[in-house]
């Protein structure tokens, strides 16, 4: 268990940078950003202007080219491929707009997943597979394959199979991102759900709404942080060298 003010992620000075070619594309410039247990932290900004990049860095499924990221005070970049891979496995969970679904299995096996990759017994995992969907109202639907569902059932079986192993901290990028309006309200509704009993959530969204409706907004423009919570960050002006510093709080 963690303490509330000690963070479960810290990032400092992250730079992401694509090449292609002799051309060169600043995805991330200096990023420092705190992960607290039981937060919901809503991340928004424009397309193209590194959010996805972001939460990609942070949980370690992208490289980085410069900074920190640590999870549980182990730095995330020091570690081999392999354990960076375990550290995920074991701590986190992912929720994707595509859903990511494998086709062929039914909700149950596709929820399962996490625990079997971690060695849980087949039995127990179909059993807590089961208890976690009925958790999201989808008890009645555990045999059904992806293709039997809706778009919004096909994101709750992504939702259960992201917390069906206890992670620490659930990644969602874009999760209601291909689902009509009144589906996205209740994906909506049943992360906040998950987040007041306790569960620790990033969720990456373009949508005003969705990103209001968080406990903390992180809005991210050309690859800088620009505002997290009620303050304003800025570049370092002085310096000039991309790192980020605390502006005035926002007042209205």
Known sequence: MHDSQEPILSARGVTKTYRTGTHEVPALR??????RQGELVMVMGPSG???TTLLNCLSGLDDIDAGTVTMD????????????????ANRMGFIFQSFNLIP?????????????????????????AREMLARVGLADRANHRPGELSGGEQ????????????PALVWADEP??????????????LLREVNAAGQTLVVVTHDEVVGR?????????DGLIVQDGDELVTPDVVSGNGMLATA????A
Do not use: C, H, Y
């Open 30 to 35: 200096g990023i420092d950003l705190d992960i």
């Open 49 to 51: 202007n590194g959010k």
């Open 73 to 88: 005070g182990e730095n995330l970049f020091a570690m081999s491929d392999g354990d960076r891979t375990r550290q995920r």
């Open 104 to 128: 062929v299995l039914s909700a149950a096996e596709n929820v399962e997943l996490p625990l079997l990759v971690t060695n849980v017994a087949p039995k127990i995992a179909r059993e807590r």
């Open 155 to 166: 994101q709750r079986v992504a939702v259960a199979r992201a917390l069906v192993a206890e």
């Open 176 to 189: 209601t991102g291909a689902l009509d309006t009144k589906t996205a309200g209740g994906i909506v509704e």
């Open 213 to 221: 409706s968080g406990l903390r907004l992180v809005q991210v423009s």
């Open 248 to 251: 005035t709080p926002v007042t």
